[in-house]
């Protein structure tokens, strides 16, 4: 069972067990202050809960909790909350702390789609000089849940990323490399930062040898591909005369 329509549920549609409920339908944007979209995830994901009693629940959240030294705004006291409404509602479940997901490149809020596209139509961003985010690609995201499900025990809370931490100027540099197209950017002094603790990912990626080519290069090379796709797309569609929409 699959709850939600976004890229992240599409992602895992072919996984569509009657055992598993995966709760994709959540908050995605990180600077969300509408206490009306809060309400809402929690409403559906209480919901969700009530209607499924016996299915095992996916929940993805944010890494950030993990790290105690970061600050938390109310997106992310939001993410806690609704880990804690399925910690005591739930008997089996599955929380898994994600980074900046990416995938098909699309017009989009979050970070790495937005820098792409903020790059693409020459639009003005703003940089923050000390700020830094660990990254997943929503393929990879898949393979390391079906993984998981099929080899551990319930009732755990994981961080899942690629142990390499990226600054926003390096995302942006990427972009501009895979664009061939400098950024309009202007460089302003602000702290946005945390470490992720990884051992335990890593640990049973090793086990189950679980491939998925983490390195200092993988965001480039990852976005290098959805890049590609993307332009074959547009160029696939201009040649039979129709409009593409890259919104979610």
């Keep these: 069972m699959i709850v939600g329509n976004g890229q992240l549920a599409k992602i895992f549609s072919s996984y569509n067990s009657k055992d598993v409920c995966i709760f994709a339908s959540g908050v995605s944007n990180s600077r969300c202050k509408d206490n009306k979209e809060f309400w809402r995830e929690a409403d559906l994901l209480m919901e969700t809960i009530k209607q499924n009693p016996e299915k095992i629940m996916i929940y993805f959240s944010s890494c950030a909790l993990s790290a105690p030294e970061y600050d938390l705004n109310e997106y992310y006291l939001h993410k806690l909350n609704m880990e804690n409404l399925i910690k005591n509602n739930v008997k089996k479940y599955f929380i898994f702390r994600v980074p900046q997901l990416f995938g098909e490149l699309k017009e989009h809020t979050t970070i790495i789609n937005y820098l792409y596209f903020s790059i693409l139509h020459k639009k003005k961003i703003t940089l923050y000089d000390d700020a830094y985010r660990y990254v997943l690609d929503i393929r990879d ?12 025990s319930p009732n755990i809370t994981i961080d899942l990323a690629n142990p390499y931490r990226y600054s926003i100027k390096e995302i942006v540099s990427i972009c501009e490399k895979i664009l061939n197209q400098s950024a309009n950017a202007e460089v302003i002094q602000h702290v946005d930062k945390y470490l992720l603790n990884l051992d335990e ?8 040898q679980v491939k998925l080519g983490f390195s200092e290069k993988y965001l ?4 290098s591909d959805y890049h590609e796709r993307l332009s074959q797309q547009l160029s696939e569609n201009k040649d039979k005369g129709k409009d593409i929409v890259l919104t979610d």
Aim: glycine share 0%; net charge neutral.
């Design 141 to 152: 995201l898949k393979k390391i849940v079906k993984a998981i499900l099929s080899n551990a």
């Design 201 to 208: 990912m890593d640990k049973f990626l090793d086990e189950h």
């Design 220 to 223: 480039e090379e990852k976005l």
